[in-house]
């Protein structure tokens, strides 16, 4: 795996394929970290480099698309226009020297710019499948890559309903509508053992994404 910013020009020349990971500064509860998007696809990118010879991981967008956690403070959202303007033209930097650019995604929020353009190539990294946001899963994560970044003792139950059911109001009213304290699902009984097993799962799922 190679850091792009520790590179010189010369040593990227010819790239094969350059990873961009893509997260939010965003309020995750009571208990998680601004940058828990932004921290878990970094860990994502790195990860895949390292399996993936001729690999370069650049600087990560940390902005992203937020403004369903508007009314939580800490969250910092450049929305959804501005996030697809950034990534077409990154992306057009980034090929004339690189066979290929990927942007790795941790944010749902990001989905809408994502999909905005065909010249934007994207993975996801899933973390939905048990819960939404700051809950089990990402509590997890964060245990594992980040654990002194983790406010445990904070940590508490959200809104544990399905999506299909609080879309809605979310989409009206935002994140806050749903969840006071921003938490969708249960951190109880996250570990850092999960949260390697999770990360180790969403690595292997987007190298196969990837050819």
Same mark, same amino acid.
């Given at each position: 795996m190679s850091h792009l910013p520790d590179a010189t020009s010369s040593e990227t020349a010819g790239a094969a394929l350059v990873l961009v990971p893509v997260g939010s500064i965003e309020q995750h509860g009571p208990h998680l970290p601004?940058?828990?998007?932004?921290?878990?696809?970094?860990?994502v990118a790195r990860a895949v480099a390292a399996e993936?010879?001729?690999?370069?991981?650049?600087?990560?967008?940390?902005?992203?698309?937020?403004? %369903?956690?508007?009314?939580?403070?800490?969250?910092?959202s450049i929305g959804t226009d501005a996030l697809t303007h950034v990534a077409v033209e990154l992306a057009r930097s980034l090929r004339t020297w690189a066979d290929r650019v990927v942007f790795v995604n941790a944010h749902g929020g990001n989905l809408t710019a994502l999909r905005a353009s065909d010249e934007i190539e994207w993975v996801p990294c899933a973390t939905e499948d048990v819960d939404l946001h700051a809950g089990f899963t990402e509590t997890s994560l964060m245990l594992h890559l980040r654990p002194a970044s983790v406010r445990l003792d904070r940590a508490e139950v959200g809104n544990t309903r399905p999506l299909r %059911?609080?879309?809605?109001?979310?989409?009206?009213?935002g994140v806050g509508a749903v969840s006071p304290n921003g938490v969708l699902g249960d951190p109880a009984g996250a570990s850092a053992a999960e949260g390697e097993r999770v990360l180790e799962a969403m690595v292997a799922d987007v190298v196969g994404r990837l050819g």
């Open positions: 601004l940058d828990t998007d932004t921290t878990i696809a970094v860990a993936l010879p001729g690999t370069w991981v650049a600087p990560p967008l940390s902005y992203g698309s937020s403004g %369903e956690h508007q009314s939580f403070a800490g969250t910092a %059911e609080i879309l809605p109001a979310m989409m009206a009213g």
